[in-house]
């Protein structure tokens, strides 16, 4: 019955573990979209399958993004330098209530309040015309 005690919290303590495992799972794909400012937020993702979702306020005229397309999207982050953008860019002379845009490339996101950064504003248009983003 000893025995039985430890075996028993050894098994409890191994239900929390892939729990813990999923929470911290890196971030992989591209995500985009817009929050803040006067107008409604949205989020769009594309897996590294390819397949695309839809959060708020937009719609997309392609649901799934093909392996050359993924292709072409990695090339723009890397022609782009985008793992060398800074987090946060705040330009300057943009009002405060124009809403924020964000680009999230595997774990690294730059926001972007304003349009002074030319080689974001390249991947964000790269990735809208890549699922065929219409604004609502």
């Given at each position: 019955m000893r025995r039985a005690a430890p075996l028993a919290a050894l098994l409890a303590l191994t239900v929390f573990?892939?729990?813990a495992d999923a929470a911290q799972a890196p971030k992989t794909g591209f995500a985009f979209g817009r929050l803040g400012g006067n107008i409604r937020p949205y989020t769009v993702t594309i897996a590294n399958s390819g397949t695309v979702h839809v959060f708020g306020a937009v719609k997309v005229g392609r649901m799934h993004v093909t392996p050359v397309q993924l292709a072409a999207l990695n090339r723009v982050a890397t022609e782009t330098l985008f793992t060398t953008m800074p987090l946060n860019t705040n330009c300057s002379g943009t009002l405060p209530d124009i809403a924020t845009t964000?680009?999230?490339?595997?774990?690294?996101?730059v926001r972007v309040h304003g349009a002074c950064l030319p080689r974001y504003q390249r991947m964000l248009k790269a990735l809208a015309m890549s699922v065929r983003l219409v604004s609502t």
């Open positions: 573990l892939p729990a964000f680009v999230r490339i595997g774990a690294y996101t």
